[in-house]
Nanobody
Framework: QVQLVESGGGLVQPGGSLRLSCQAS????????MGWYRQAPGKQRELVAA???????NSADSVKGRFAVSRDNAKNTVNLQMNSLKPEDTATYYC????????????????WGQGTQVTVSS
């Protein structure tokens, strides 16, 4: 059973920083790409930043230069360092990972965490 657990959300002032973490757990599995998405009330879920197993990254234009995604393959963890936060960054942030497991015949599928709230407000 695959599980993704996020942590690190909270309330910060504009210009502040937060670091989100997501750890994946499963039995006999391989994590491919991992990343972060966010969804604000009334808006569509959008990609924030993603990282491949080899470390290649991509991010939304709105967060480039402010956010950085990283991963630790040994710990099955993906992180999102968020700096210079803006009120428009307020959203629920969801960890996402493409994972192959022995239980599913090594077929890759997308998994989601429960989300962690990030609120940027004065």
């Amino acid at each position: 059973q695959v599980q993704l657990v996020e942590s690190g959300g909270g309330l910060v002032q504009p210009g502040g920083s937060l670091r989100l973490s997501c750890q994946a757990s499963a039995s006999m599995f391989r994590i491919n790409a991992m990343g972060w998405y966010r969804q604000a009330p009334g808006k569509q879920r959008e990609l924030v930043a993603a990282i491949t197993r080899g470390g290649s990254t991509n991010s939304a234009d709105s967060v480039k230069g402010r956010f950085a995604v990283s991963r630790d393959n040994a710990k099955n963890t993906v992180n999102l360092q968020m700096n210079s936060l803006k009120p428009e960054d307020t959203a629920t942030y969801y960890c996402n990972a493409n994972i192959s497991t022995a239980a599913t015949g090594w077929v890759s599928r997308s998994y989601w965490g429960q989300g962690t709230q990030v609120t940027v407000s004065s």
